[in-house]
């Protein structure tokens, strides 16, 4: 998702859980056009008011690619003045990709070859949510070492997700690669765009 779309979810979030009732149509059509998955769809038909699953799928949002906000917008036909008040969002933001752009920024191959930073590794923790365990699994950390992040994390999934992420680093040197992270995100369900917008959010 373009780190401008992003934004404006996150400055209107709260308006935004206040005004929309997203199971009806919203989500169906996300899933429909494959924004959403299966298992993501569960995710929000199961939290208990519609406040609460339109919170969980602006959560969901940013982590699934450059197509989601365009397909988000195309959903509100229910919910016009919500859109428009999106719309106006971005456009006193200033100027950048327009709501229907859908190409994903291209990485660099010298940034795909290099070691990722403490600071990039914490941003995409805080995006992980219940997947970390399945995505530090992917990246080859043993369940055990798992099971020590969980441990020594219990009351924060996004501290456990980070100390393994770190660990993954710390282990793999000069292999643990931006590009073998992205390569990952697939596995849990997050688009591979989400490591550009984390890599590219301070340019």
Do not use: N, Y
């Not at 979810?9 to 959403?36: C, K, N, T, W, Y």
């Not at 949510?129 to 996004?158: I, K, M, P, T, Y």
Request: a negative charge; proline letters at 6%.
């Amino acid at each position: 998702m373009d780190p401008a779309h992003r934004a404006v979810l996150r400055r209107l979030r709260v308006e935004l859980s206040g005004q929309l009732l997203v199971s009806d149509a919203i989500v169906p059509l996300l899933f429909q056009e494959e924004v959403l998955t299966e298992a993501q769809v569960e995710d929000i038909d199961s939290r208990s008011t519609e406040r609460q699953k339109t919170l969980r799928l602006l959560d969901l949002l940013p982590g699934r690619g450059p197509r989601a906000f365009p397909v988000f917008l195309r959903a509100m036909d229910d919910f016009s003045w919500v859109r428009d008040r999106l719309l106006e969002e971005l456009r006193e933001a200033g100027p950048g990709p327009g709501p229907e752009a859908t190409e994903p920024q291209r990485l660099p191959e010298a940034v795909l070859r290099r070691v990722p930073s403490d600071r990039e590794l914490s941003r995409l923790a805080a995006l992980l949510g219940a997947r970390w365990e399945e995505l530090l699994l992917e990246l080859g950390l043993s369940a055990e070492d798992v099971f020590r992040c969980r441990a020594d994390h219990a009351l924060s999934s996004q501290g456990a997700a980070l100390a393994g992420l770190v660990r993954w680093r710390r282990a793999g040197g000069r292999s643990a690669t931006v590009r073998r992270l992205q390569d990952s995100l697939p596995a849990v369900d997050l688009h591979p765009s989400v490591l550009e917008d984390i890599l590219t959010s301070d340019l």
